[in-house]
Every structure is written in structure tokens, then in C-alpha cells.
């Protein structure tokens, strides 16, 4: 629950309003697990606040661990639903991938979350409990949003995490920690834009829009034109980061033609692109491009004034990996 929310909790019991500050104190930065543990609140408030609520976390149910050191997390998400998330530990960092849906309703082509289809939106409750239960939760330095689901379809629920993760009376992280990850959902981002400090990463994968229209149907209802004219609207020369994911597919956008595209649509916007190996998924004809395209895709970017990296894939060996979270085979053990 944010701040206010937690308001509306102790003026229903009769409680003044600091009680609510108390609240988050205990909830969010001394991560206790009873009600009964509020010390500071009156014994019988407490009790009526047990009656109605729960704090804590659940744990994962299952976890995979991939050779490379990544770990996914499987978490129940109400009855026969699931959600994945993926703890990522680097030399420099530890970063979680988050799931803000169960499943997804964008269906790029490239993506098993796409697949499996939507089933639903998880509540703020449901994507806090992925970072408070992790079992790695005092090593984590960094959060992407880039797990199942497109966030900015699930805005308002997405809004109540980044202010606990952020606000003084939550988590306290500062929002240069998080990046939330979006293929160009126009009202929410243009939320996030106004309202958020925290990075943003937008799924590009082609400059051209029917290319893109044939891996991701969004651009029909979002044109990545659209999304860039908007973005280019915000002054990114300061705190928030933009960059955009690119995924390389063999002879379909890897030419040095597409790399030019790129550097023009982007032209004018600090920002870095992030380019991805497409990790194969099931029945889907479509390849990674090889390694000396790609780094020659990344080096004509960097020469045309575009700042481009490759992407270290980790987890592929447990389907951890970009584009292959699915719970859709979890159902079935329900
Ligand atoms: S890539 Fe993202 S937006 Fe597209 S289907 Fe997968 S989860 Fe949804």
C-alpha cells in the first residue's frame, strides 16, 4: 500500500493519521512479518488491524538456477496463475527482472510471454512481493521492469510500486536504480514521462514500420514514430536515462541499412541502444543474427554519434533469458 492508501487503513480503525507513517516505517524498512510486531501501536488497533489485514511476503514456489549464476523465481499470482522473475548477479550489480502481468496481450512474435497470451494484470502487492521476498533481496542494486507483461498496460498498479520503491516513507531507492521497459503504450508512457524519474527502456527492433508491424502488432495502434516524437518531447540530458532494446535477427534487421534508419530516427535523443541476440522460442521462424553483424551494426551506431552496446544474454539454459518467460506450462499442475 503507498502512503495514502495506508491512511485510509488507520482512520478506518480510529487511528490519527501518523499512524500511518508508523506503518510503512515497520512494513517497508523494518520488513517485519505480524501486525503484532507494530510495537507502537495500541495493542487493541492492532488486533482490529488483523482482523482485516495482512502483512509480509510469500515466497517463491520453484526456482531454476541457470550455469551462468542467474536464478528464476516462479511465484503464484492467484489461483492458477504464475509469474517469473529473474535475479540477475553481475560482477557490479545484482538487477531483478520483474513481471508486472500474468502473461501478456501484445503477442510479439518473438516473445513465449506473448504466447502464452494475457490472463491478467498483478496487483502493486503482487509485483512488491517479487523484490521484498527474493531470497537475494539485501544484494539488489538495480530493478528493471522487463519481465512478463508490458507495465505501462498496468499502469496505475505500476505507479504504486515505482513511489514505494522510491518514496522516503517506502524502499527510499533512488529512481536511477529502476528502469521500467515498454514497447510504446501512448497513455501510460506519456504518464511515465511526466511523472516518473526513473529510466526508461523502449522495444524498438525495427526502424522501419512495417517491419516492426510484422514482429510487434502494438505498432499498428502505437507507431514507433509516434513514441519517439513523443519522447523526444522530455529533456533526457539529466537524472532519467532513455535506451532502446533492439533485438538482432538474422538477415531481417541487421543490415547496416536498418543501423542507418536507426541513427536517424534517433537522431537528437541522448540515449543508448541496447542490442539483443533473439534467443530461439518454439515455433517461431525466426533467427539470431551472428556476432560479427551485430558488432558491426554496433560500431556503425557508435560512429554515426549513437551510443550502442551488445547485451550479454544470461539464463538462456533456463529460459531466463529475453523473450522466453512463460508460465503458461505451470497451469497445468494446478
Ligand atoms: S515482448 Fe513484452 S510486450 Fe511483447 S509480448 Fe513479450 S512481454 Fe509482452
Known amino acids: 500500500m503507498t502512503l495514502e492508501e495506508l491512511k485510509g487503513v488507520v482512520s478506518e480503525v480510529g487511528l490519527p493519521a501518523y499512524a500511518a507513517k508508523q506503518m510503512a516505517d515497520w512494513i517497508y524498512k523494518k520488513k517485519i512479518t505480524r501486525i503484532s510486531e507494530m510495537t507502537n501501536i495500541a495493542v487493541a488497533k492492532r488486533a482490529l488491524l488483523e482482523e482485516s489485514f495482512e502483512i509480509g511476503a510469500y515466497p517463491p514456489s520453484e526456482y531454476q538456477k541457470s550455469k551462468d549464476g542467474t536464478i528464476k523465481y516462479l511465484y503464484a499470482a492467484g489461483p492458477g496463475r504464475f509469474v517469473e522473475s529473474v535475479y540477475i548477479p553481475t560482477d557490479d550489480r545484482a538487477t531483478l527482472c520483474v513481471s508486472s502481468q500474468v502473461g501478456c496481450k501484445m503477442n510479439c512474435l518473438f516473445c513465449m510471454t506473448g504466447k502464452q497470451g494475457f490472463t491478467a494484470n498483478l496487483t502493486a502487492n503482487q509485483i512488491l512481493n517479487q523484490i521484498q521476498s527474493l531470497p537475494e533481496n539485501d544484494s539488489l542494486t538495480n530493478i528493471v521492469f522487463m519481465g512478463m507483461g508490458e507495465p505501462l498496460d498496468n499502469v496505475d498498479e505500476l505507479f504504486k510500486v515505482l513511489e514505494i520503491l522510491t518514496a522516503p516513507y517506502g524502499y527510499a531507492w533512488s529512481p536511477k536504480r529502476i528502469t521500467v521497459s515498454t514497447i510504446g503504450v501512448m497513455k501510460g508512457l506519456r504518464r511515465f514521462l ?33 513514441v519517439i516524437d513523443l519522447i523526444k518531447q522530455y529533456d533526457f540530458s539529466h537524472q532519467r536515462r532513455v535506451s532502446f532494446e533492439y533485438i538482432v535477427f538474422k538477415n531481417l534487421n541487421d543490415s547496416l541499412k536498418h543501423a542507418e534508419a536507426l541513427s536517424c530516427l534517433l537522431g537528437g535523443i541522448p540515449c543508448r541502444v541496447n542490442l539483443i541476440r533473439f534467443h530461439a522460442i518454439p515455433n517461431v521462424p525466426l533467427e539470431t543474427s551472428d556476432i560479427t553483424k551485430m558488432e558491426r551494426f554496433r560500431d556503425f551506431l557508435n560512429a554515426k554519434g549513437v551510443v550502442c552496446t551488445i547485451r550479454a544474454s544470461r539464463g538462456e539454459d533456463i529460459f531466463a533469458a529475453c523473450g522466453m518467460l512463460s508460465t503458461a506450462k505451470n497451469v497445468t499442475f494446478v
Open 194 to 226: 511526466a511523472e516518473s524519474e526513473c529510466h526508461l527502456a523502449v522495444s524498438l527492433h525495427s526502424p522501419y514500420p512495417m517491419e516492426r508491424l510484422s514482429l510487434m502488432p502494438v505498432e499498428k495502434a502505437f507507431p514507433v514514430r509516434e
